[in-house]
């Protein structure tokens, strides 16, 4: 990513810096499906922005690494880590994923919200332990306007056609996925 990108990156998240009132909770389009998580074992969020769901998914029994682009997001979500007392077991590093995924052990759940790059696909389902999740949530054309940054309509079950879906959506310019690695 350039060093443009990152710039514009650290300003949205300095202009909407979180409230000390920030709860941590599972993606927004998986709450209904929120048991399907795992309680236990390691966990990847790419793309983690203010930490909200690396540290939920902590408070379930997960460690897990989170990263972002960011250095302003990883503060602010590191800070969140810390005052709900899992830092020990929540850690976040800025990483640019136009490098690829950062390395590290098969995980049980990774979650991605919000960022798509169809040349991290293998490497996530690589990266999924057998039985892992992946959540995945996208601006989608469905919808919504086409346009870079949104996914085609059946983008990531097509991505991901070697899971087992639990849940899968598309509308009002978003699409998602929850979906289990079975080998």
Known sequence: MSDADRMRWDE???????SPGVVPRPPEC??????????????????????????????????????????????????????????DRCRFSVADLDDGLPPGPPVDVLVCQLFRDPRLDGPIVERLAPGGLLAISVLSEVGATPGRFRARPGALPAAFGGLHVVTAGESDGRAWLLARRTR
């Open 12 to 18: 949205r998240y300095a202009a909407r810096t979180p």
């Open 30 to 87: 998986f709450a209904a499906v929120a048991d399907e998580f795992p309680t236990g074992g390691r966990g990847l969020e790419i793309a983690c922005g203010t930490g909200v769901v690396a540290v939920w998914l902590t408070l379930r029994g997960i460690e897990v690494t989170a990263v972002d682009v960011s250095p302003v997001a990883i503060d602010c979500a590191a800070a969140l880590a810390r005052r709900v007392g899992v830092d």
